[in-house]
Each structure stands twice: as structure tokens, then as C-alpha cells.
């Protein structure tokens, strides 16, 4: 199964914008759905968007028309645009990678995101 790497994160002003990517190993990253996750201090962790195998995207109502979820099979990557930060976007952001046919999944180690206001 894939094991995933994430990067990007960092301390941004309320307004502002980064960008995480997901760097997976192994040789089926194109055959997994690929998430975004996040956990917030004191809270449960909540899907904030998905890619399909396919190319499809489901997002969370909070982050919709803000976050852009997005997959390079060739570089075996998976990114989250975030546009508009607010202070309540503030958490931890996981990787999440599943395989549908095999049903192994893989979580990556999680990035710091701060947004300050």
C-alpha cells in the first residue's frame, strides 16, 4: 500500500492562501481515492475534501469555494489549494489514501496549519 508524505503547512494570516501536498510512494497511488482530513485541537477528525480514482471531488460545506482538491498521477501526488484561510481552518491535515478493490487504506503523519486573525 502507498505511505504518504505531507508538506505545505505553516502559520498564514486570516485572508491568505496554501497550499499542502501529499506525496505518496508505491505503484497503485493512481487506483486510490485520495482525502484531506483535519483534526483541530479538542475535536474529531472531519473529512474536509476527496478525489476520486476517476477524478470526481466531494468537499466539506466549510471549505467549499474555498479549498481545491487535486491529484498528479504522474508525480503521485495529491494537493489542497487553500484560498481564504479563516482562524477556524486552524488544525492538524492529514492524507488519507483508500483502495477501494483491496480496501487497504494508508494515513500520512499530518501538517500543521495555523491561520492567525
Known amino acids: 500500500q502507498v505511505q504518504l508524505v505531507e508538506s505545505g503547512g505553516g502559520l498564514v494570516q486570516a485572508g491568505g492562501s496554501l497550499r499542502l501536498s501529499c506525496a505518496a510512494s508505491g505503484s497503485d497511488f493512481g487506483r486510490n481515492a485520495m482525502h484531506w482530513y483535519r483534526q483541530a485541537p479538542g475535536k474529531q477528525r472531519e473529512l474536509v475534501a476527496l478525489?476520486?480514482?476517476?477524478?470526481?471531488?466531494v468537499y466539506a460545506d466549510s471549505v467549499k469555494d474555498r479549498f481545491t482538491i487535486s491529484r498528479d498521477n504522474a508525480k503521485n501526488t495529491v494537493y489542497l489549494q487553500m484560498n481564504s484561510l479563516k482562524p477556524e481552518d486552524t488544525a492538524v491535515y492529514y492524507c488519507y489514501a483508500f483502495n477501494s478493490v483491496t480496501k487497504r487504506h494508508s494515513w500520512g503523519q499530518g501538517t500543521q496549519v495555523t491561520v492567525s486573525s
Open positions: 478525489i476520486t480514482v476517476g477524478g470526481s471531488t
